[in-house]
């Protein structure tokens, strides 16, 4: 397992690789904990709550009993148990009651990550941040009862906005290659819909890219849900593009973002989280997301880099993909932030150091101009 770091929260580290809760709901406690034992074991650390299921939350607290410390938790604000079923609400005493609930039933007293639940349209943005779920979201991290503060959303714009305020520490997002393409909505269900795709797409939805670009120079980590699109990406009958991909090369893209630290996966046995954490086994080859996303034909991502590799090794041992990524997080932000200068910095070697061979122009599948880059990369950090 390899895990990245929730730089907004002291440093945390969570894995790749992490749990969404689907997969353990209906679960009895024996298999819930057998699940997360191999979890663990697995190296896997970092799981989201979004349900307010009460079974599932006694049935987590059991199983993290004697080892609370060994486990990253993302809880939800906002989401409450009505009625058995789940709803997302605003209104404070509800959200207070199921945070204490969720904290009772886990047997602890805190969460890494309180995360406010799934704000998708600009109307509740304004509530939720012009109101009392923020002032809440802000006592619970200053009495430590939550160490982050987060948000989910499937919308670029309101996701930016929120990280703009400063407030968020991280961001769980929806992010897979065919969302990438759409632009905002207030509504997740049209990012699917056939009609969006029909005449083809090409390139990037700017939004997406520059929110990951922002995330990644404010360090709000980026927690991916949806990267497999619900199952549809790996059905080529499914799947918006008529092509499938499969479960590596997911998860390949989504960690390949900027701002990305984990991919949430809904796994609903011990064979399937096996199978996901069988990536990092997988040869390049596998994982290489390049060649599905160049053969189509209606949707097109030319002459931007992708951050897919795919162009390695380059002659001289530059890594192309992130001189790539710092040279277009300086470019966006129309200066060099220090952070961006340090990761460039400590790259094993620099764009300067290019010597025009063209060798990774000839592999590179979305026809990017590298050597200009290089040069760019070069004239921007200096080196
Ligand atoms: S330059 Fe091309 S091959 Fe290299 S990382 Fe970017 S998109 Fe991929
Ligand atoms: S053109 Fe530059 S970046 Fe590309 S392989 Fe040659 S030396 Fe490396």
Redesign the pocket.
Known sequence: MKYRVLKRCNGLKVSEIALGCEGFIGKTAEEFRAMLDRALELGINFIDMYTPNPEFRDHLGAAIAKRREEVVLQGHICAVWENGQYLRTRDLEKVKASFEDQMQRLGTDYLDVGMIHYVDSMSDFEEVFGGKVIEYCKELKAAGKILAVGLSSHNPEVARKAVETGLIDVLMFSVNAAYDMQPPSEDCNDLWEPEKYKDGLEGMNPERKALYELCERENVAIDVMKAFGGGDMLNAELSPFGVAFNEYQCMEYCLTRPGTVAVMAGCHSIDEMEKLVSYYEAAAEEKDYSTVLAGMEKFKFQGNCMYCGH?A??????N?AD?NKYLNLALAQGEVPETVADHYRLLEHH?S?????????S?CPFAVG??E??KKAAEVFGY
């Open positions: 162009c090794p380059c002659s001289v041992g530059i192309v001189v764009a150091e290019c010597i025009a061979c063209r060798k990774c122009e592999n590298i050597v880059k290089m």
